[in-house]
């Protein structure tokens, strides 16, 4: 696997170094640092003013972003092949892009400082818009990565799961995890009337599909020599995840991303947005962008 980190100094920068422990032996590790220098564009300034006091800090910035990177490449655990380092000036979320869209990671590694998601919304932040427009799945770190003993993984259907199985088969875990598999039947509002019969029979019909559903993704997961169980929800899929989160206290939350713009994400809801934003544990988003074996 080849995983982009995100390192600024930060208490969660630590976070995502110590996670790369627990994803076993990796292909390649990208470190990524970013220099991000002032805008000085005004009438007041002159464009010699402008560039000399932008080379004054960056010729401040430079060493200290050199020596945080050293002191990174020193902290990493073993078992990595091969380490690429990045240092470049630039707005972070758009080195860090930028980056990914270059070395085409599997995953991106990132520290979240915390803001809430209005917050985000107005000022921007740099994992919310890595989250975002990222080519490739993330992992939000907000808390320390503990050892993979349990991971749950909420469903859609079965594309989505597909998704999810594919990332989860592709990783290496000193111990296979116990997965927990879980889908939500989201009880819609109808647009046309019905007997309260009529409603139960769908909801019985709808239920049983997603156990089914469920519990055959389970059964994959067991046939791939993990310990495996099947869950289902009821209501908000967001609110029923992280009701389920809270009983079970998993290591990690694995979920599938459709890749909505933000505006659209922020005015029609998003289960993993709402997760990342409000879940106490780790969040996983898987897009398309699959783990491959390496050729070499």
Known sequence: MKVLVAIDGSTQTSYTIQALAHFGPLEKVTLVHALPLPNLDHPMITP????????EVEDQLRPEGKALLDKTVASLPSGIRTVHRIHQTGSPSTVILDTAESVKPDL???GARGLGPIKELVLGSVSHRVLLHAPCSTLIMKTPLAPLQHILIPIEGMEDAERLLSFLFSMSFPTPPRITVMSVWPQPQLPWPMTLGQNKLLEERALDHVR????EVATRVKDKNFTSQATVGLGDPAFSILEQAKLLRPDLIMV????RKSMLRFLLGSVSHTLVHHSPYPVLVVRKGLPVESDE
């Open 48 to 55: 010699e003013m402008r560039d000399q006091a932008i080379k």
């Open 108 to 110: 991106i590694l990132i």
């Open 256 to 259: 599938g991303s459709h890749g």
């Open 212 to 215: 089914e559903m469920a519990a």
